[in-house]
């Protein structure tokens, strides 16, 4: 147990938060010294899409003094650094709670099951940029019997990081964004319609559960007014399967859009009429 409790330390250290707290994971390489288990909560994506070598899922957990929102520009997964599309992050917030999962292994499957946590959430880098928008925590979570507290490590906001919106966009405002952005993870309206389908589907209410059915609506009310071609590419976007062709696409798309720009130019530079400079005989003095 002991070297696997220099190998967990050692992963901890990847994660933005945990990386320069000696005490912390100190606490949480003793917690799961004790429990001989780890969790991670699950509150986005995470939820519908978890990380590998899960053991057990346990439902209907809660977070208190924590709200949900879509505070975090991502310019990778679900938007582009031409178009930042929206992801959601958690912040302290007193009067608020977030409902979600636990996700958990057991001491056998701890060191893999942490590895494939990190390798899906560590920060990388794109044309020297850090997507450096997630922090992570060790957080009390309430368990379904609302008594017993299990610990968590848990995704929560940066609020240092450049793509932190520390003032919440308005619901029109997210709206224009989600129906628009993309990325290498696909369209930003699939990761909302795959959140809140999951929260239906699961009945996970909590304080953000009622502005994120109004989101929904209003997003699929601004793709209603999209342009036919960019509703066809979005749709189209949506159906490929590998993040291959994902990056493709979307990197055709921006050559695509650089020569119709070239070609607009080009047109409004030869399209302008000759301008006729009316010639006058001058007038000779007498």
Known sequence: MMEQSHVLDEALKLLTGLDNDLTKRAHI???????RKIA????????????????????????????????????????TKDFPGLTMGL???E???????????????????????????????????KMDIYTYDFLPIIMPDEKTIEWALTC??????????????????Q?????RAYGINGTNFQYLHN???TYRQLSIIDTFTEEMEELYAAVNIYRQYLTDYERRWLESFEKLTTKDERELAI????????????????????????????????????
């Open 195 to 197: 959140t809140l389908h």
């Open 251 to 286: 990197e055709l798309r921006k050559t695509n859009n650089i020569l119709m720009r070239r070609q607009k130019l080009f047109h409004r530079t030869y399209s302008i009429e000759p301008i006729v400079t009316t010639k006058y005989n001058r007038m000779i003095s007498v």
């Open 95 to 129: 009067n608020s709670f977030v409902k979600g999962y636990l996700l958990m292994a057991g001491v056998h499957k701890l060191i893999s099951f942490i590895e494939a946590f990190i390798q899906r959430e560590t920060p990388i880098y794109v044309d020297g940029t």
């Open 175 to 179: 709206a224009q964004i989600i129906s």
């Open 91 to 93: 912040k302290p917030c």
């Open 29 to 35: 390489v003793e917690y799961v010294r004790e429990k």
């Open 40 to 79: 991670i909560f699950a509150y986005g994506s995470l939820i519908w899409n978890p990380c590998g070598h899960v053991e057990e899922i346990i439902p209907n957990c809660l977070l208190n003094g924590y709200m949900k929102g879509f505070i975090c520009q991502d310019f990778i997964y679900r938007g």
């Open 156 to 173: 929560v906001v940066n609020s240092n990081s450049q793509f932190y919106l520390p003032m919440t966009l308005s619901i029109k405002q």
